[in-house]
């Protein structure tokens, strides 16, 4: 990957908009790409319980910080 505003980062910046953790994945940035996947995961989980519906707040706000990571990344 070239840089922020590269071909690959909008690509990886895609990829996450779809699945949290997959452009970092796509980047070949494994740790990153499980963090994100499972921090994501387990807000909008807890979301869904109705308990705690208050989570979606944070896994969407994870959701985001993923997306721009990806599209913001240097190599």
């Given amino acids: 990957m070239s840089g922020q505003g590269s071909g690959g980062n909008v690509i990886a910046a895609?990829?996450?908009f779809f699945i949290p953790g997959l452009g970092q994945l796509v980047q070949g940035r494994i740790l990153a790409a499980i963090i994100f996947f499972v921090l994501v995961s387990v807000n909008y989980s807890l979301?869904?319980?109705?308990i705690l519906f208050f989570m979606?707040?944070?896994?969407?706000?994870?959701?985001?910080?993923?997306i721009v990571d990806a599209a913001r990344y240097k190599g």
Avoid: L, P, R
Avoid at 47 to 50: L, N, Q, R, Y
Avoid at 56 to 66: E, K, M, P, S, T
């Fill in 14 to 16: 895609i990829c996450n």
């Fill in 47 to 50: 979301a869904a319980t109705g």
């Fill in 56 to 66: 979606a707040i944070f896994g969407f706000i994870f959701h985001v910080w993923a």
